[in-house]
């Protein structure tokens, strides 16, 4: 590396409903199931009360979610700020408890599992954190950082050195890196350090919560690109969390958008963004600035504004109806199924956009759709709904 030797941050390496089952939707991916996620519930209680405390409500970070993780996929979740995304990750790796419903890796149930059940499966799901700067250790040099996953692997004491200048060639870094501390790197370099941290325990499954964010755009385009050389060559399979429905484009295959912790939209990730089916979706779409600056101005958009509301007590019906431009006096009432569309394209909308009349009649009620929404299926006459105007 030309920055070696040079104190301060290193420079970044070279660039780099119809009740009756219509036909069955294309599935996702051609993988075998990873990770099946079932009506998953995380709910935080709020306690009150100073010498006996007692929960007086629970906020809603994850609530009734199901989806499939194929082997070789990388599924984008996205959503603003407090939908539940990290909730969500750190959950099915059981940093945190789940509330209710189950998590299966690789066809084995591992919701309530004890600790000795879950270290080999935790082996093969790691974690990458939005600020490397936190999530590495300031008093440890790279080396102790990486040495520590290799020896829970089993990697003998003596390749151990030889196994971690490896990781870090792999991951764009010179192996005399492994000499360095963390406050020595630039940001894209310790986000480096900390896939190879994740790497060194051989894992099947990375969950990257948002990788990229704290990064300038350059410098995540260099990540990403090393995010999927790396998924060709072994394999992985990844859940990419974003806030922003432009980093997650390009790598995801399908992409689900979270709201208040409920599921609003599953799509393969170019058709979501060429026929976005919710509201919502729309809206952040919206958000994302377009490079021609005329272009940008020209657009019509789909915005929301306002805050999301509040996770204690989430709104009835719809939990997007408070802010959403379609929503009418079902929204509020009866909370919208998720629901199928042709080409494994799931939405919760009681008005969708971008479907045929056809195409709502023979859609079906998801297994994903939550045990609480309603039955009501979207109208037929949806294309009839409040005007909006999508992207
Ligand atoms: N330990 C906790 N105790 C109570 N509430 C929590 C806890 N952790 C998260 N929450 C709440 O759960 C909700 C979901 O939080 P979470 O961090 O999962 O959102 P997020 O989508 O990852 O947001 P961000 O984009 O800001 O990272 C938020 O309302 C948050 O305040
Ligand atoms: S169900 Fe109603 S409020 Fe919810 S996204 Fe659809 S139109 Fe908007
Ligand atoms: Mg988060």
Redesign the pocket.
Known sequence: MSDEGAPGPAPEPAPEPAPEPAPAPTPPADGKRLLEIDHLQVL?P?KSGVVISRAVGH?H??DDVSFVLHEGETLGIV??????????I?ALVRL?PATGGSIRFRGDDITKAGSNQLAPIRRQMQMVF?DPQASLNPRKRVGQIIATPLRKRGVPKNEIEPEGQRLLERVGLSPEHLNRFPHEFSGGQRQRIGIARALAMAPQLILL??PVSALDVSIQAQVINLLEDLQDDLQLSYIF?A?DLSVVRHVSDRIIV?YL?KLMEVAPAEELYSKPIHPYTSALLGAIPLPDPRQNRARTRALVTGEPPN?INPPSGCRFHSRCPRATEVCEAVEPRLTEYAGGHLAACHHPQHVSAEEVTAARRSDASPLSAGDQPPAADSQAAPASSPD
């Open positions: 935080f709020i906020v970070a994850v959503g603003e700020s407090g939908c539940g995304k990290t909730t969500l750190r945190i939005q919560d948002e969390v806030h979270m912790g996770p």
